[in-house]
């Protein structure tokens, strides 16, 4: 039993608020799916301010239910409201407007044109059996695989990294490589190691349609979209293994290789890591893209969002690194940039250079023979 007597009340309201601020991020989070999933922010997006009633004729949903949603948006700080009426007039005045602002619809509306998007991210509630399996993982230590979180794993990750991959890998990042860019568009042959739903390989495919790209990645999940995406996009310059990246070629073959947000994912990193160095030509290139993270928890706890980070890492990137007997575990924050010089050097790559392209939540290493 917990004594009262000795608690500080006004610590015990702190605390509880603090608590209490997760409980209502998370419900604000279902709201924020459903506003993404409705395209109830698209519809917002350079409407200015408008009532319940523009919104629901716009959509075509039910008027009471926007209400009740735009009313919580504005009390997330989501949305600016413009009231009609006296504010504390609690009867629903039909003329109340909520705005999305241009920030607004940058972070939650414009999926396609801002690096900031964020709403792909809400991806709605983890699956009760997921979390029955992750309740299990701790007794067993062994984790989920990115094919045990089933097929919306890889569009949720996707949805979540896809601005930074669409609108910056090709005009600023690759350009960034000593000489990657000229070497793609006069013909090479690419490996994304961890491909995930292909979504780098076909912003590189379409950009430079003589060079060959082939995706890796264990999960057939992954792998059928990346073919899904390569179909619908007419690209006959792609080609996936559903494989790890334990199999690349034992001889030189690609002449420039990417693993994004994937090493701390795998079982066994210093493997993939060996085989990516005896699958790099000796002039290649290989380009990390890994979690912006501190060797020490206590630097780590400077960034406002850890406590998401470790949330993913327990949910999905830790999981997946444990996800077999032994597995290195590393995680969410585990690969950071002294960990990946370390384990780089050890392979026998001689050069290693870290880039920071302001992407808020990723740093890239820049690794050569
Ligand atoms: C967070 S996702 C990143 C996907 C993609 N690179 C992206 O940026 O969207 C991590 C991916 O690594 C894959 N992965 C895990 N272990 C792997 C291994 N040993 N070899 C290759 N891929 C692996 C998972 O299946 C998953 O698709």
Redesign the pocket.
Known sequence: MTNQTTIDPDELKRFSFNVWSYKQGELVSLMVHIGDRLGLYKALDGAGPVTPAELAERTGLQERWLLEWLRGQVAARLLDFHPQAAPDQDTPNEEDRFELTPVGAAVLADEEGSLAFAAGAFSGATPPETVDKLIDAFKTGVGL???DLGPN??HR??RM?GPW?RQALVPEILPALDGVTAKLESGARVA??????G??LAAMAQAFPNTEFHG????AH?TARCEDKARELGLDNLKTFTA???ALPDAPTYDFII????IH????PAE?IAAIHRALKPDGTWLI?DIRSQPSFKDNLRNPMLAMFYGFSVS??MS?ALSEEGGAGLGTLGFNPEVAETMVRAAGFTRFHQHDFDDPSNLYYEVRP
């Open positions: 695989s990115y094919e794993a890889a990750t996707e990294l991959v994304d190691v961890g491909c995930g739903g979504l780098a890796y990645d264990p999960s992954a790890s990246g334990e693993t994004f947000d994937c994912d795998m079982t066994r993939v893209k999905a990137c997946s």
